[in-house]
């Protein structure tokens, strides 16, 4: 029971990250009469312009993350990135706030290293083969110990950043700067893993909450330079698959607890399915559950958050997301083309909204249906490819 937002009695969730993925929190959470609070490291980013209120700050920053906490004393706190003071959340939660879905969920799966070790060491799951190195010596140590190709990523750092495939010892140096420019957060370690040759990857949306542990249809993607380009749903998969891929799932999730949902990313090889990472909060490759599930993982998450029941998940249909990405840094830019991606049958484009360009930045994504997936990844990429950015003085 809850009463309107910005009354008293409103029952409120704090966003710690505001990007495209909180966006469409928030516009869930505000579905169910919820009062919602943006924060991000910039003013303007996507969840803020749905949200009731919101504030700018350094994430990494506890103090500053604490004195918003307090002043807005929100029921749920809902981190949407990995690169939070999550030593502050740790110390909230001990207080007697509610984090999502848990603070050490959100700090293990800060750095690479936490849950990395927390998942191939203490829970025993299969993984890439991996070294943490602080040093370009230690990289180079490693390098040698894990063979070439190997994959270098800094341990803080999302969607690619910092991250390279190093095919010989005459590019660690390169791959090892590149790291050091990537990293989210003034820390020089990285990880170094094997590089695996996979058949595919996956993402298997993973939601607990008061009815238990329940997944979506598994969510298959292509990545580019460590970032994802493509996702569709649902991804074929063997009944041994989907067994191991589930298992898998639930070991790191009942591990990390809490209610909400989980990206789990896994690897399909010849010798079985590799946990690769987790995230404990909706996946980018999920935006397809927007076009192709009743409760799409926004919808979930929200749910999964404030308690209430979650009986089933039905995908009604076969779907895939393309995104759009900028090539360079701007603030005057326009996004054209939404004539022609409209026109593309089954349809819909999801604008984030981000004030500026950066290369690579994700600005937009396409969203398609069909009768079959392939059907939809073409109808996808069609309309991804009709959208483009036109920068001022182009
Ligand atoms: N050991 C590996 N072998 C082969 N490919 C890999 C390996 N590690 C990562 N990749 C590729 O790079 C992609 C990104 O890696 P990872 O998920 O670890 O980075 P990330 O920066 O956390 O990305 P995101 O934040 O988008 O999930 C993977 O989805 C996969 O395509
Ligand atoms: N792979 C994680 C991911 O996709 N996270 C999403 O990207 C935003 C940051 O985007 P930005 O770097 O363009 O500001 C995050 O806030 C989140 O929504
Ligand atoms: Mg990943």
Known sequence: MYGAPLST?????????????????????QRLGVETVAVDRYAN????QVAHRSYVADMLD????????????????????????????????TEGHRVIPTA?????????????RLAAETLGLPTAPYRFADTLEELREAAQALGYPCVIKPIMSSSGK???VCKSEAELEECWNYAMEGGRAKKSRIIVEGFITFESEITLLTVRS?????????????????????SWQPHAMTEEQIREAEAIALKITNE???????GVELFLTNDGVLFSEVSPRPHDT????????????????????????????????????????????????RIGGMEEALAVPNSQVRVFGKPETKVGRRMAVALSTAADTETARARARAAAEALHIKYDNE
């Open 286 to 333: 999920g935006m397809v559950t927007m076009a192709t599930q009743d409760l799409s993982e926004f919808a979930l998450h929200i749910r999964a958050i404030l308690g209430f029941p979650i009986p089933s998940i039905r995908l009604l249909t076969p779907g895939a997301s393309h995104t759009l990405k900028a090539d360079r840094e701007s603030k005057a830019f």
């Open 162 to 164: 910092g991250q390279s």
């Open 210 to 230: 008061i009815s238990g542990t329940s997944y979506c249809a598994p969510i298959g993607h292509v990545q580019k330079d460590g970032d994802y380009i493509e």
């Open 256 to 262: 990390l607890g809490g209610y909400g949902i989980y």
């Open 9 to 29: 009695r409103a029952r409120k969730v704090l966003l710690l990250g505001s990007g495209e993925l909180g966006k469409e929190v928030v516009m869930e959470a």
């Open 62 to 93: 506890g103090d500053a993350i604490r004195r918003i906490i307090e002043e807005e004393k929100p029921d749920y706190i809902v981190p949407e990135i990995e690169a939070i003071a999550t030593e502050t959340l740790l110390a909230l939660e």
């Open 104 to 116: 050490r969920a959100a700090r293990l799966t800060m750095d690479r290293e936490g849950i990395r």
């Open 45 to 48: 980013a996507p969840a803020m």
